[in-house]
């Protein structure tokens, strides 16, 4: 199996309509599938500490190779034992190659052929990425999955800009595999390198983007890239459901950015297995958290001043066992990080127990009903709220 230097192994263990269940096994841990990975950035997911992560559910986290690259530079996670030991996390993680950040930093960054030069975020100096110095800097970083380095164009580009960037992507995944096969000896901790696919909206490009990497060997599992990113959701739907017919079966498929509630099941539904999504942590400094009986509620609302209840009676996570709405909403008032965390560790701690009720009724073979009905409550419930 090449792209694999670490044994993963992923077993399909039931489906149910296209919804699947499985278990990766990867050098620092199984990942029981489907599962949602919280996004710890820059090595931390913000405000929640790895000891809340696992309390919460979390099995693997996400760490991203640019800004990890920019601060505090690969060499210096390396040096400190990397990522796992820098973020005291010793489950799995996963590391995105830096290729979203060719979409959501376009107006810092010059592309070409050879690879993509960004102007630092944080001072402006200059930084060359390429396929062959990403998988460099992963494997200092040292993760159990690494990405492979592509091109994201975003939603609404045309058929000819898609195709000129599955064309990059296709030419940069045999040079990541390439640069990943030759320091197969060098590497520090066994990994896996999992393709990108891209090709926008278009069912042409998708299937040759698939077709493609599959002629270059044979995947521990896929990347569906591409996605969530301003494409209108009927077209998301119709190219995972076409995705879901051309990835092969007993390979794991990571819908990358994606994380809202309804999202997340209408995925799982059409055969996605693994998910990221910054929405848990960032929603919640904004004071939105995610509730099944009342939807999307922004608990900064003057209707919670007084409301004696937690986040969501029906979680039972830290900080609805421990807090109520109307301190929560205080703390968030005045800006309380304390707040801020409560949120968070809820909100993750929703999608967490999302993805493993779906993997528990997909092996009782009763989530395509229970999907349905758990949509329809959410949806019914999320009515638009203006009070401030």
């Given at each position: 199996?090449?792209?694999?230097?670490?044994?993963?192994?992923?077993?399909?263990?039931?489906?149910?309509?296209r919804?699947?269940?499985?278990?990766?096994?990867?050098?620092?841990?199984v990942?029981?599938?489907p599962?949602?990975?919280?996004?710890?950035?820059?090595?931390t997911?913000?405000?929640?500490?790895?000891?809340?992560?696992?309390?919460?559910g979390?099995?693997?986290?996400l760490a991203?190779?640019y800004?990890?690259?920019?601060?505090?530079?690969a060499?210096?996670v390396?040096?400190?034992g990397g990522?796992?030991?820098?973020?005291r996390?010793?489950?799995p993680?996963?590391?995105d190659?830096g290729?979203?950040?060719?979409?959501?930093?376009a107006s810092?960054?010059?592309?070409?052929?050879?690879?993509v030069?960004?102007?630092?975020?944080?001072?402006g100096?200059?930084?060359?990425?390429?396929?062959?110095?990403?998988?460099?800097?992963?494997?200092?970083?040292?993760?159990?999955?690494?990405?492979?380095?592509?091109?994201?164009?975003?939603g609404?580009?045309?058929?000819?800009?898609?195709?000129?960037a599955?064309?990059?992507t296709?030419?940069?995944?045999?040079?990541?595999?390439?640069?990943?096969?030759?320091t197969?000896?060098?590497a520090?901790r066994p990994q896996?390198?999992?393709?990108?696919?891209?090709?926008?909206?278009?069912?042409?490009?998708?299937?040759?983007?698939?077709?493609?990497?599959?002629?270059?060997?044979?995947?521990?599992?896929?990347g569906?890239?591409?996605?969530?990113v301003?494409?209108?959701?009927?077209d998301?739907?119709?190219?995972?459901e076409?995705l879901?017919?051309?990835i092969p079966?007993?390979r794991?498929?990571?819908l990358?950015?994606?994380?809202y509630p309804?999202?997340?099941?209408e995925?799982?539904?059409?055969?996605?297995?693994m998910?990221?999504?910054?929405?848990?942590?960032r929603n919640?400094?904004?004071?939105?958290?995610?509730?099944l009986?009342?939807?999307?509620?922004?608990?900064k609302?003057a209707?919670?001043?007084?409301?004696?209840?937690?986040i969501d009676?029906?979680?039972?996570?830290?900080?609805?066992?421990?807090?109520?709405?109307?301190?929560i909403r205080?703390l968030?008032?005045?800006?309380?990080?304390?707040?801020?965390?409560?949120?968070?560790?809820?909100n993750?701690?929703f999608l967490l127990?999302?993805?493993?009720?779906?993997?528990?009724?997909?092996r009782?073979?009763?989530?395509t009903?229970?999907?349905?009905?758990?949509?329809?409550?959410?949806r019914?419930?999320?009515?638009?709220r203006?009070?401030?």
């Open positions: 199996m090449r792209g694999v230097t670490g044994g993963p192994h992923f077993v399909l263990e039931a489906t149910d309509g919804a699947r269940a499985g278990r990766l096994t990867l050098p620092n841990g990942v029981e599938t599962v949602f990975m919280p996004v710890g950035t820059a090595g997911v913000k405000g929640v500490s790895p000891e809340e992560l696992a309390g919460a979390a099995s693997i986290v991203n190779t800004h990890l690259y920019v601060r505090p530079g060499e210096v390396g040096e400190l990522v796992h030991d820098f973020m996390w010793q489950r993680i996963l590391t190659s290729g979203y950040q060719v979409f959501s930093l810092t960054r010059d592309i070409d052929d050879d690879g030069t960004f102007r630092n975020h944080i001072d100096a200059s930084h060359r990425f390429t396929p062959e110095s990403v998988i460099d800097t992963q494997r200092q970083l040292g993760a159990d999955v690494i990405m492979a380095f592509d091109e994201c164009p975003p609404g580009v045309t058929h000819e800009e898609a195709a000129r599955n064309r990059r296709t030419a940069w995944l045999e040079r990541c595999l390439a640069r990943f096969e030759v197969h000896g060098d520090p896996t390198l999992f393709p990108v696919l891209q090709g926008n909206v278009y069912d042409d490009l998708r299937a040759e983007q698939v077709e493609s990497a599959l002629a270059m060997g044979d995947w521990a599992g896929f569906i890239g591409g996605l969530s301003g494409e209108a959701k009927p998301m739907w119709r190219t995972v076409l879901d017919g051309h079966p007993d794991p498929r990571y990358m950015g994606v994380g309804d999202d997340l099941l995925a799982i539904s059409r055969g996605c297995d998910f990221d999504c910054v929405a848990p942590t919640a400094r904004h004071g939105t958290a995610w509730t009986d009342e939807g999307q509620i922004n608990l609302g209707r919670f001043r007084l409301d004696r209840a937690p009676p029906t979680c039972d996570c830290y900080a609805c066992r421990g807090y109520d709405r109307a301190y205080h968030l008032i005045l800006g309380e990080r304390f707040g801020h965390r409560l949120v968070s560790i809820h993750l701690h127990a999302l993805a493993r009720a779906s993997r528990q009724h997909i009782d073979g009763t989530f009903g229970w999907v349905r009905s758990w949509l329809d409550r959410y019914a419930a999320r009515t638009p203006t009070t401030p």
